[in-house]
T-cell receptor, first 112, second 113 residues
Framework: SQQGEEDPQALSIQEGENATMNCSYK?????LQWYRQNSGRGLVHLIL?????REKHSGRLRVTLDTSKKSSSLLITASRAADTASYFC????????????FGAGTRLFVKA | DAGVTQSPTHLIKTRGQHVTLRCSPI?????VSWYQQVLGQGPQFIFQ???????GRGNFPDRFSARQFPNYSSELNVNALLLGDSALYLC????????????FGQGTRLTVV
């Protein structure tokens, strides 16, 4: 089974609103990353947060990580129609070896 | 500077055939990972190679194999194709596994008929 689970599965908002997506995972991790995917093609890296970090910002993106709850959130502020995409969290389990585990994703639709 | 390149972009194969997918990482990147993404789902980890050695393997059957060449490019091989192997196959490169962001190619869309 996949390590990360995103919530909600789908989200529809108006342009200008904020979008919040959540991710939960099951085992200890080295880091957690968020990716965006447009139209089922290649993924674009958004942000990486390490296990000893609690919050990171990048432009309109804010990511939080709570290792005690094994959860992360991605906030997109002042959303735009171009933000319409699928968003995935990906974790690097701290179990030896290298193995990036993706969740099923949140499908965000931003209405103009 | 070229990003991650994958070839071919699309491929149609018949059940039982073999397929080879190719990936060239970003210049200077020594780590390559392969993922399978079925429509509507997140990418599933298949393999990770770093410095030409396998460093991670996902829960895929032995029909799936990969290798990394001295120039750090990589091939993913799938034998005895099944209908369920139809998916988007993604390659990602990074400077170091687990510690740095990964850059993805546009993928190879494999259809098995």
């Amino acid at each position: 089974s996949q390590q990360g689970e995103e919530d909600p599965q789908a989200l529809s908002i108006q342009e200008g609103e904020n979008a919040t997506m959540n991710c939960s995972y099951k085992t200890s991790i080295n880091n957690l990353q968020w990716y965006r995917q447009n139209s089922g093609r290649g993924l674009v890296h958004l942000i990486l947060i390490r296990s000893n970090e609690r919050e990171k910002h990048s432009g309109r993106l804010r990511v939080t990580l709570d290792t005690s709850k094994k959860s992360s959130s991605l906030l997109i502020t002042a959303s735009r129609a171009a933000d319409t995409a699928s968003y995935f969290c990906a974790t690097e389990p701290n179990t030896g070896g290298f193995k990036t585990i993706f969740g099923a994703g949140t499908r965000l639709f931003v209405k103009a | 500077d070229a990003g991650v390149t994958q070839s071919p972009t699309h491929l149609i194969k018949t059940r039982g055939q073999h397929v080879t997918l190719r990936c060239s990482p970003i210049s200077g990147h020594k780590s390559v990972s392969w993922y399978q993404q079925v429509l509507g789902q997140g990418p599933q980890f298949i393999f990770q190679y770093y410095e030409k050695e396998e460093r991670g393997r996902g829960n895929f059957p032995d029909r799936f194999s990969a290798r990394q060449f001295p120039n750090y490019s990589s091939e993913l091989n799938v034998n005895a194709l099944l209908l369920g192997d139809s998916a988007l196959y993604l390659c990602a490169s990074s400077s170091h596994p687990g510690l740095s962001e990964a850059f993805f190619g546009q993928g190879t869309r494999l259809t098995v008929v």
